[in-house]
Antibody
């Protein structure tokens, strides 16, 4: 069974970088596509970006200058880094596995991790 | 960006009622719409893909329909475990977007 687990600091100071890890079991990240999605207070959901089986990436243009998604295939983990955070980046962050052979729908999700940006 | 507008924002029902949730796209997206359920303090769960395709393990009371710009998630005879938030998501554009959600609550 595919399982995803987010980890990282729950509190980040404004202007610093947010760094999260998604640990995957039951499926290799060298197959398929893997994404990050966040849910803001008030329930708005935003797709942030993905990393493919080959390591290529795609990002939401609204974040393009601040976001980086990378991976460590030896640990079967992928990572999110978001730079220069503000209080508006306070959200629950989810990692997810796309279903199918191309990035369309999200078949599996992590349990989510709340990140608060505050001084 | 493709904007998805979900309505109503909140739907109050009693168990046993059948309901329809709407998702309207700002441009035609064929059938590239997917539906998720998110219960309180849980992660989203995929219910329907490509507007009407069922997902293994999802109860048959959930069904989807529509194409172009108008889509519907139907729940036949709502059960108590169905009270949660429902989101639609489009994959027609590689800038994936979600609707704002419809909260299904107990009347």
């Amino acid at each position: 069974e595919v399982q995803l687990q987010e980890s990282g600091p729950g509190l980040v100071k404004p202007s610093q970088s947010l760094s999260l890890t998604c640990s995957v079991t039951g499926y290799s990240i060298t197959s398929n596509y893997w994404g990050w999605i966040r849910k803001f207070p008030g329930n708005k959901m935003e797709w942030m970006g993905y990393i493919s089986y080959s390591g290529s990436t795609s990002y939401n243009p609204s974040l393009k200058s601040r976001i980086s998604i990378t991976r460590d295939t030896s640990k079967n983990q992928f990572f999110l880094q978001l730079n220069s955070v503000t209080t508006e980046d306070t959200a629950t962050y989810y990692c997810a596995k796309y279903g199918g052979y191309s990035p369309n729908w999200f078949a599996y999700w992590g349990q989510g991790t709340l990140v608060t940006v505050s001084s | 960006n493709i904007v998805l507008t979900q309505s109503p924002a909140t739907l109050s029902v009693t168990p046993g009622e059948s309901v329809s949730l709407s998702c309207r796209a700002s441009q035609s997206i064929s059938t590239s719409i997917h539906w998720y359920q998110q219960k309180s303090n849980e992660s989203p769960r995929l219910l329907i893909k490509y507007a009407s395709q069922s997902i293994s393990g999802i109860p048959s009371r959930f069904s989807g329909s529509g194409s172009g710009t108008d889509f519907t998630l139907s729940i036949n005879r709502v059960e108590s475990e169905d009270f949660s938030i429902y989101y639609c998501q489009q994959s027609y554009s590689s800038l994936y977007t979600f609707g704002a959600g419809t909260k299904l609550e107990l009347k």
